[in-house]
């Protein structure tokens, strides 16, 4: 039986619109846990919000089809992490798939010596990522260029740590709950951190618990899914959560069937009484329009508009 051709294997792909919440396993990369995704879904679309490495595990929203469009919201949110950081013991990733650099040491410490330390972290503080990172320069990611025997210099970059919990310690390795913005580096934060105590430090294992706004998230497994298509399509559908899901933090705007229209077709409107600010749009079906911003001139662009089927923008 011969092998169907990339035409035909295009056109077996389905419009189908929503955000996975996928809990992403161990050992594969993000950009995997998405093709696996949109496999399983036969998405025509798909894109996930921001990178997990191999090492770790956890929540990874994947957006398909309009949902592509929030991605880079998500990409942007507040996250939370539960690491495992491996005291005197420093790696050239900064994490436990690098190779050992140096062994020192681990001074004795209680949990107060500890926590001390992490309050160092807290708040806006200038963190350098790591060499082997996905950054690119020049169009090459850093990890290319560690790989290649490169000297890697990269700058510090502003990064919000908003909490951090000490929730194990047992002399040489401390487990975390870490509270960040975007941009942080767990691996980085165990560098620094076993940096400040004098031994050095490295990641041995990281999970992120969840993104905002999906802060108690129902995560699926990569099997959970696959035994759902298996039951069809309809009981895998079952597990998206609508584009609305993603963008609780915006202020909802209901429009009435003009200003839809105008909306829909991507025109300007008038919004003398809304703040400046972006805001999820609605018609008067509560089908999910666009996400427009309201300027302080007192209308209301589009910046992004939905193409959802009726069933597909109404906020569950």
Not at 25 to 30: E, W, Y
Not at 185 to 204: K, M, N, P, T
Not at 249 to 262: E, G, H, I, P, Y
Request: proline share 6%; with cysteine.
């Amino acid at each position: 039986m011969s092998r169907p051709s990339k035409r035909q294997f295009r056109r077996a792909r389905r419009d189908v619109h929503g955000i996975v919440l996928l809990d992403k396993p161990l050992g594969i990369s993000s950009n995997q846990a998405l093709l696996a995704v949109r496999g399983i879904f036969q998405a025509a679309k798909a894109g996930h919000t921001g990178s997990l490495d191999p090492l770790a595990s956890g929540l990874l929203p994947i957006c398909l089809g309009e949902a592509t469009k929030v991605a880079g919201l998500l990409l942007g949110s507040r996250k939370a992490y539960e690491a495992e950081c491996w005291l005197g013991v420093t790696t050239n990733t900064d994490d436990g798939e690098g190779q050992v650099v140096e062994r020192k040491p681990v001074p004795e410490m209680d949990q107060n010596t500890v926590s001390g330390h992490l309050e160092a972290f807290i708040g806006s503080i200038d963190q350098i990522p790591p060499a082997y990172s996905a950054l690119k320069r020049d169009g090459v990611p850093m990890y290319v260029r560690a790989r290649r025997g490169e000297d890697i210099e990269l700058q510090p970059r502003p990064v919000q740590i908003h909490a951090i919990e000490l929730l194990q310690f047992d002399g040489e390795r401390l487990r975390l709950r870490v509270e960040c913005g975007s941009g942080t580096y767990i691996r980085s934060l165990a560098r620094d951190l076993g940096a400040r105590i004098g031994c050095g430090a490295h990641l041995s294992a990281l999970r992120r618990i969840w993104v905002q706004p999906f802060r108690d998230p129902q995560m699926h497994t990569l099997e959970d899914l696959r035994e759902r298509a298996g039951q069809g399509l309809a009981d895998l559908d079952a597990v998206l959560l609508p584009i609305d899901k993603g963008l609780q933090t915006l202020t909802r705007m209901d429009l009435d069937a003009s200003q839809a229209a105008a909306i829909s077709h991507g025109q300007t409107i008038p919004s003398p009484e809304m703040k400046a600010g972006m805001y999820r749009v609605y018609d008067p079906q509560g089908r999910l329009l666009a996400l427009a911003q309201a300027g302080p001139e007192g209308l209301l662009r589009v910046q992004r508009g939905f193409n959802l089927p009726p069933e597909a923008g109404i906020d569950a």
